[in-house]
Structure formats: C-alpha cells, structure tokens
C-alpha cells in the first residue's frame, strides 16, 4: 500500500513538471487595479521573515470527512487556501471519501487535470470528450485514473462498503464547477426560460430541482 501511494505521487510530480509557456490562471477574475505596481495571478507573497514550517504543513487529509449530504461524498481539499506554502507551486491534493452507494456528481476543474489513486473501496469513474464520448472504468483499491483538464467527470461508490481516494491537481487551487449546482444555484439564478429550453423540460421540473440541490437552512 505504501509502495503504491509513493509510486502514485512519484509519477504525480513527474507529469507536473513545468513547461516552458504562458502559466494557466489561479483564479477565475483578476480585475485589473491600474494605479498599483503589484502584478499577481495568484496570491501576493508574505515576507520571508515570516515564513514558518507551518505554511507548508497540513493534516487535514489523515482521516475519513464525515460524509453528510443527500449525494454520499465528501470532498477534503488540500490546496493554497489550506496550506500557504503551495503558493506558485502548482500542485494540490485532495482527499474524497464515499458512503456505500456515494456518488461525486459531474463536475469540471477548470485549472487543472485530476489524477486520483483509490485508498479503499472500488468505484466507477469515467470522463466524457467534447466529442461527448464516455470514457469510464471501475477502479479498485491500488489503482490510479485521470481526467483530464476541464472535462465533465465523476465517481460512484457502486459497492456496499465505504470508499475513499486522494486527487492531485496540477495547480494550487483546480476550481470545482459541480453541473447541476452551478446551472441550478447560481446567484443570480440563471433565468428558467435559459434552462427550459436547454433541457426540454417546463418550468415546473425546474424549479423541482432548485428546490431539491438549494442550500439546506441552518
């Protein structure tokens, strides 16, 4: 098992080597303020003096999330906003973990292609092209899959027993743009005659679902 974990994140870092281009964006607006002398697509550095071996320390991904939502999964990340260090870095990890029957819904990352090596469990992962081509497999503890950068992808737990996996990114903060949430929770809402017409279905359906995936009130 730790032979598999340390080759996976071996070959992580080989194909996260840098290439001699344009970086991708780290985030999805950078307004431009034109009276300031700072330039930055990213986050701005702290002082040196400053710098502690925290900044480069994270825990978060040791143990099983609580999973505790109507879908079965729980998404742990371990990206610059939890460990400073990463700034500029390019890489990040996260750590998703299923309910027996847990699903993680069609989702894109926008900055980043997804590598994820399967810590317990066995699970049906698959991407689909732009051709809109399905590329699935089942996955089983040991063994690794990758999406690439930006295309529509998901896992299913089809198994009785809790699964779990750890994601790379080749970027210090992917972005998630889950389909259903990002069409049906927008704020503004997308208007519903956009989404009529998009699924050929009425207003009634629609407005079904937005209640169903709305926030839950505390």
């Known amino acids: 098992m730790a032979f598999n974990l340390f080759t996976f994140l071996l070959h992580f870092t080989a194909i996260s080597a ?8 780290l985030q999805d607006l950078c307004v431009a303020d034109t009276s300031s002398g700072v330039k930055v697509n990213g986050f701005v550095c702290k002082d040196s003096a400053n710098v502690t071996a925290d ?30 260090g990463l700034n500029t870095l390019g890489v990040s990890l996260s750590r998703i ?6 699903l993680n819904p069609p989702h894109t990352h926008p ?3 997804e590598m994820i090596f399967v810590l317990e469990g066995e699970l049906d992962v698959g ?9 699935s497999k089942t996955v089983k503890k040991g063994e690794i899959f990758v999406f690439p950068k930006g295309l529509v992808h998901f896992q299913k737990n ?3 027993k809790e699964a779990s996996v750890i994601s790379a990114f080749n970027s210090q903060l992917p972005g998630t743009q889950s389909i259903a949430a990002t069409l049906f929770t927008a704020t503004p809402a ?9 699924f050929q ?4 359906e629609i407005e079904k679902i937005k209640s169903k995936l709305a926030p839950k009130k505390t």
């Open 18 to 25: 840098v290439i001699a281009v344009d970086p991708d964006t």
């Open 97 to 102: 973990d299923y309910e027996a029957g847990g």
């Open 127 to 135: 991407f689909i092209t732009t051709a809109n081509k399905l590329i």
């Open 111 to 113: 900055r980043a292609t």
């Open 158 to 160: 089809n198994g009785d």
């Open 201 to 204: 279905v009425g207003t009634k």
């Open 55 to 84: 900044d480069f320390f994270f825990a978060g991904l040791a143990n099983p999330g609580k999973v505790n939502n109507s879908v079965g999964s729980l998404v742990t990340g371990a990206n610059v906003e939890k460990i400073p």
């Open 190 to 198: 997308v208007p519903d005659n956009v989404l009529t017409k998009a």
